[in-house]
């Protein structure tokens, strides 16, 4: 911790390109120590079957964790074929399919502990679907 109350966190995902060698390496960065906070509990693998329309999750796109809404769910053409997830953002506005492996239902870090968000709670809290400008 240094003496403006920041830790220093290296992330296991996110890379920094901006080293000047061309060689990407894991990013690090002083962070306020309030928004620190531990993983979420992954879902089960039969996690699959919980999931619906309309439930807010994270999605694991681009280095990150985004969350958004799951807008429509995409089945296989055949048995070997998983189904997949189509999840809406609002900012940016895109609309993206998602295998299970990559979703996971959205928690809120309240008092030192991961509450579940609660279901459809979007429609009510004015969260914008995606529209068509």
Excluded at 36 to 49: D, S
Aim: proline share 5%; aromatic share 12%.
């Amino acid at each position: 911790m240094n003496n403006d109350g920041e830790l220093f966190v290296e992330y296991q995902s996110l890379l920094d390109d901006d080293n000047g060698d061309g060689v990407s390496t894991l990013l690090r960065e002083h962070v306020k120590r309030h928004l620190v906070r531990p993983l979420p509990p992954r879902l089960p693998l039969a996690a699959e079957h919980v999931l619906g329309l309309y439930d807010v999750v994270d999605a694991f796109y681009h280095d990150g964790w985004w969350t958004g809404v799951i807008t429509r769910i995409v089945k296989g053409n055949d048995v070997s074929t998983s189904r997949k997830f189509q999840v809406t953002f609002q900012d940016p506005h895109e609309q993206i399919e998602f295998r299970i492996s990559d979703l996971r239902l959205h928690q809120e870090w309240v008092n030192g502990n991961w509450v579940p968000y609660p279901k459809q709670v979007f429609i009510s809290s004015g969260f914008t679907l995606w529209k068509e400008l």
